[in-house]
């Protein structure tokens, strides 16, 4: 909030408080000294200056970045992850030790990070030390990710790093909250040895652990992923296949040791061209125990899949073999008639639509996981059946590994869709528009099997994450600050909110925000954070309440107002008995008897003009569905009057209609009038929500 809008608070605030009390903060200045004055959270920001100090180029141009002088800020790792650690909202979603996990069928699950095969590997590694027995175990999971704020003025694109712990669940990691910190800006400086040492850290449990940490893997896209290895652009940075047969058979695994022997053999212009590694950088990670940055890279299903292998290759690949087939004029036709059928997809709950096709400029990563869902049938009968089945054996592949458990079977099914679509995707070639598939990010895709062995499910270390924190961290920041040397003013506002949200969870911790009284708060019109919002049922980041459900912005027009008129038009003749049955056990929630089973004659009237909606956003606790790190989970219900007599009733809750069909509707009314028979009075201000009976 502007210090202008804090301002304007307190002095509403004074105005409504007796002349003889004062607000609790003078003016803007006096809560951002309050804040600052925490300790909770508090992981100060340190900055130092590194400048290029090797020589000068003689001929030609000198380079800006060999004459300027850079400034980096950071934190201290161990303060942040100290702050992690002892977070209790983690209490809950939080490992201790590495294990195994199994499903019912005694197959082996991949999910959260501790349950991994590299977590236990380090940990039997690090028992080796008897000194280290009872220690916790904390994987330090990095992750860096270019940002542009504005592309308006100036010099505005940052590279901040982010730092989380592989103790929290991946749901954690994936709604933030406090799980994923920033760390530094601009560059990862060589580790402090301190790092490696024991510490007495503050568990979420409440408990003391000495605790050993170590370096874990590391989220970026691929030019990211090639600079931290220390390799040559088109070379993959996990395993040794060469730049113009990336898909060989007989390439073997990158590693620390490889390089080093090549380095002992070969030189520097030898190991560029013939091995795709740069020899005159070093890897950070080998400054680190246990760690090997070729092995540490993790699978980044938004880079690699979803805008990668999806909307780059196959849907780029398309409309070229288009343009090929049927010439510029014909594909305009085919392609109109593509954004038709994408257009033409009905709502349902989890799939978004697009009611212009996918004719827009730039595709959010939201976009191309929206699109993956309806773009398969959009483009039968335009293209080969085997370039179908190429799209088909890539989605079979794509869903399975975007799961938040994966088995064995599962990861069986993953490796067969991905021998299919190698094999159908030769289509490409014979219609003459590829020569090769040498492209790093779709032949990463062979490495998803033994990632997902050692780190877990890939959606809980995904370059989505990072790229989601950058609006909180940074694009928000940004246009908060004066744009004038703004980092300073953004790294603030960043601690300012660390210690905002530590002193949030310390309060809740001793019962001072009680989460009843919050749900008693939080209002109809509220909104609760949504996570992702590329669909119509999503997780929700917020407080903990039962449920709550918010009707459309704007009312449907052309319905009658009065309850009988809107019954008739409808053909709903039962339609009052049952808003009458439904007010009754609205009025009376602890009665022996139902609506449905009491005399209608002592249920309340409704008389009141009435509004009809076409949806209505419910939110509501769901922890065992795809939810928030409270268990919040939010899903649209939509009525399609269009759709009146093509299916039966469900029969859920208090349907409008007395027959098999009949047009559904959401309505709200506003009073009720009924005999007297509690301390109402008979007369409630009543939200009457009927669910679908399509």
């Not at 009905?346 to 959010?364: A, D, N, V």
Request: include cysteine; hydrophobic fraction near 35%.
């Amino acid at each position: 909030m502007p210090g202008t809008e804090i301002d304007k608070l307190m002095q509403i605030w004074a105005d409504l408080l007796p002349a003889d009390q004062d607000p609790p903060y003078a003016d803007h200045s006096d809560v951002y000294n309050t804040i600052d004055s925490t300790i909770l959270g508090d992981a100060p920001w340190q900055s130092f200056s590194v400048a290029y100090t090797g020589e000068l180029p003689v001929v030609g141009d000198i380079p800006p970045w060999m004459l300027v002088e850079y400034d980096i800020w950071c934190r201290d790792p161990r303060v942040i992850l100290q702050i992690q650690l002892g977070n209790p909202d983690f209490k809950d979603e939080f490992d201790y030790a590495p294990f195994q996990r199994f499903d019912d069928n005694g197959e082996r699950e991949w999910k959260d990070f501790m349950s991994v095969n590299w977590g236990y590997w380090q940990a039997d590694i690090i028992a080796k030390d008897p000194q280290t027995h009872g220690a916790l175990f904390v994987p330090v999971i990095l992750g860096s990710d270019k940002t542009t704020v504005s592309v308006a003025t100036g010099q505005n694109e940052f590279y901040p790093l982010y730092i989380s712990n592989g103790n929290i669940h991946n749901n954690v990691r994936c709604a933030h909250h406090d799980g994923v910190s920033v760390l530094r800006f601009l560059s990862i400086p060589k580790n402090d040895d301190r790092f490696r040492m024991f510490r007495l850290t503050q568990c979420p449990d409440g408990h003391f652990c000495h605790v050993i940490y170590g370096l874990g893997p590391y989220i970026a896209d691929y030019p990211e992923q090639a600079l931290l290895a220390c390799i040559v652009q088109g070379w993959c940075p996990k395993c040794t296949a060469p730049a113009d047969h990336l898909d060989s058979a007989e390439a073997g695994r990158h590693s620390h040791l490889h390089t080093d022997a090549l380095l002992s053999v070969y030189s520097l212009k030898i190991l560029w061209e013939d091995y795709g590694i740069v020899g005159d950088v070093v890897p950070f990670t080998a400054r680190f125990p246990r760690s090997d940055i070729h092995e540490l890279l993790c699978s980044d299903l938004l880079h690699q899949i979803i805008k990668g292998t999806f909307k780059d290759h196959l849907v780029t690949w398309v409309g070229e073999y288009l343009v090929s087939v049927h010439g510029s004029t014909r594909t305009a036709a085919i392609m109109a008639d593509i954004d038709r059928r994408i257009a033409a997809a009905p709502p349902f709950p989890g799939q978004r639509r697009f009611p212009e096709g996918r004719g827009f400029k730039q595709w959010t990563r939201d976009d191309s996981k929206a699109l993956m869902k309806v773009y398969l049938p959009a483009i039968s009968g335009h293209v080969p059946p085997q370039m179908v089945r190429c799209f088909a054996a890539f989605l079979e592949f794509c869903y399975p590994v975007r799961r938040d458990s994966i088995n064995e079977t599962t990861l069986e099914a993953i490796n067969v869709a991905l021998g299919r679509f190698h094999k159908e995707r030769t289509i490409f070639e014979e219609s003459g528009l590829r020569i090769d598939f040498n492209l790093p990010r779709q032949h990463s895709l062979k490495h998803y099997q033994r990632n997902i062995q050692l780190f877990g499910a890939p959606n809980g270390l995904c370059s989505s994450i990072t790229e989601s924190k950058h609006i909180k961290a940074m694009k928000e920041p940004w246009r908060q600050s004066s744009h004038f040397n703004a980092l300073g003013q953004m790294l603030v506002m960043n601690q300012r909110i660390d210690k905002l949200s530590a002193s949030r969870v310390n309060f809740a911790s001793h019962g001072l925000l009680s989460s009843v009284y919050m749900s008693v708060c939080l209002g109809p019109n509220d909104k609760p954070l949504v996570l992702f919002s590329d669909c119509d049922a999503t997780q929700v980041s917020g407080l903990r309440v039962h449920s709550m459900v918010t009707l459309a912005m704007t009312r449907e027009t052309g319905y009658p107002l009065q309850l009988e008129e809107l019954a008739a038009s409808l053909n709903l003749p039962l339609c009052s008995a049952h808003i009458r049955c439904f007010l009754f056990d609205q009025l009376h929630p602890n009665a022996p008897l139902s609506g449905n089973e009491v005399d209608l004659n002592i249920c309340p009237t409704f008389s009141s003009n009435i509004h009809i909606f076409h949806s209505a956003l419910a939110t509501f606790y769901a922890p065992s569905d795809h939810s928030g790190i409270r268990g919040m989970h939010h899903q649209r219900i939509r009525a399609t009057p269009s759709w009146q007599g093509c299916y039966g009733s469900t029969g859920r809750g208090h349907d409008l209609c007395d027959s098999g069909v009949g047009k559904s509707n959401l309505v709200r009314g506003q009073r009720a009038r009924g005999p007297k028979r509690d301390t109402s009075g008979g007369h409630v201000d009543a939200r009457v929500k009927l669910s679908s009976s399509e």
